[in-house]
T-cell receptor, first 111, second 115 residues
Framework: KQEVTQIPAALSVPEGENLVLNCSFT??????LQWFRQDPGKGLTSLLL?????REQTSGRLNASLDKSSGRSTLYIAASQPGDSATYLC??????????FGTGTRLQVTL | DVKVTQSSRYLVKRTGEKVFLECVQD?????MFWYRQDPGLGLRLIYF???????EKGDIPEGYSVSREKKERFSLILESASTNQTSMYLC??????????????FGEGSRLTVL
C-alpha cells in the first residue's frame, strides 16, 4: 500500500527566505506526482505536475523535483512571500490511477 | 482555465436527511472524483467516475452514492446523513491519460455539518 509522508508538518520562515518542502513515498511505481496548495477552508489548487519520466518542473518561483528511485520529491519556493502561506500537499498517482495524498506541510511566511 | 464548481459552499443538515452535493466541470474531463477531508486523516477518496453512468468505489464509499448522468456533472448523495459525515467534501476532475491520471483540478469544497 502506497504511503506518502510530508515533513515537516509545519514550517515558519521570515519573508524572503528560500525554502524546501519534502514529500516521500514508499512505492516507486508511480505515474506522476502533483503538488497542491490549499488555503484555509478552500479547495486545492494545482501547482505542478511531474510525470514519472521527468526530473523536475518549474513555475515562476516554484520548482519541483522528482527522484522516483528513492521515492522523494521536493518543492522549492524561492524568495518566499506572506502570500505563500498555506498548506502544501503532494499526491502520487499509482496503479489503477489511484491517487495517494500526503497530509501536508503548513507553511507560514512572516513579515 | 479549468473550472470545477461545487454548488454549495456551506450546508447544515439534520440527521437522517437526504443530502445532494453537486459538482460541475467545464473542461470536458472524463474523470471525476469525490473526496472528503478531515483533520488528521487527510483526503480520502469516496467515489470516482471515468465516464458517464460509470462509477467506482473509493476507499470510504459506505453511506454514500453517486450519479453521473452527464459528462460535466458528478453528484454525491448522502441517503441518510449522519453526524460522522460532517466534513469538507471536495470534488475534482482530470483528463483521461493512458499513463495514469492527468493533472487533478479541485473545486472550492463544500463544508457539510450534520446536526
Amino acid at each position: 500500500k502506497q504511503e506518502v509522508t510530508q515533513i515537516p508538518a509545519a514550517l515558519s520562515v521570515p519573508e524572503g527566505e528560500n525554502l524546501v518542502l519534502n514529500c516521500s513515498f514508499t512505492d516507486s511505481a508511480i505515474y506522476n506526482l502533483q503538488w497542491f496548495r490549499q488555503d484555509p477552508g478552500k479547495g486545492l489548487t494545482s501547482l505542478l505536475l511531474i510525470q514519472s519520466s521527468q526530473r523536475e518542473q518549474t513555475s515562476g518561483r516554484l520548482n519541483a523535483s522528482l527522484d522516483k528511485s528513492s521515492g522523494r520529491s521536493t518543492l522549492y519556493i524561492a524568495a518566499s512571500q506572506p502570500g505563500d502561506s498555506a498548506t502544501y500537499l503532494c499526491a502520487v498517482t499509482g496503479t489503477a490511477s489511484k491517487l495517494t495524498f500526503g497530509t501536508g506541510t503548513r507553511l507560514q511566511v512572516t513579515l | 482555465d479549468v473550472k470545477v464548481t461545487q454548488s454549495s459552499r456551506y450546508l447544515v443538515k439534520r440527521t437522517g436527511e437526504k443530502v445532494f452535493l453537486e459538482c460541475v466541470q467545464d473542461m470536458d474531463h472524463e474523470n471525476m472524483f469525490w473526496y472528503r477531508q478531515d483533520p488528521g486523516l487527510g483526503l480520502r477518496l469516496i467515489y470516482f467516475s471515468y465516464d458517464v453512468k460509470m462509477k467506482e468505489k473509493g476507499d470510504i464509499p459506505e453511506g454514500y452514492s453517486v450519479s453521473r448522468e452527464k459528462k460535466e456533472r458528478f453528484s454525491l448523495i448522502l441517503e441518510s446523513a449522519s453526524t460522522n459525515q460532517t466534513s469538507m467534501y471536495l470534488c475534482a476532475s482530470s483528463l483521461f491519460s493512458t499513463s495514469g491520471s492527468g493533472e487533478l483540478f479541485f473545486g472550492e469544497g463544500s463544508r457539510l455539518t450534520v446536526l
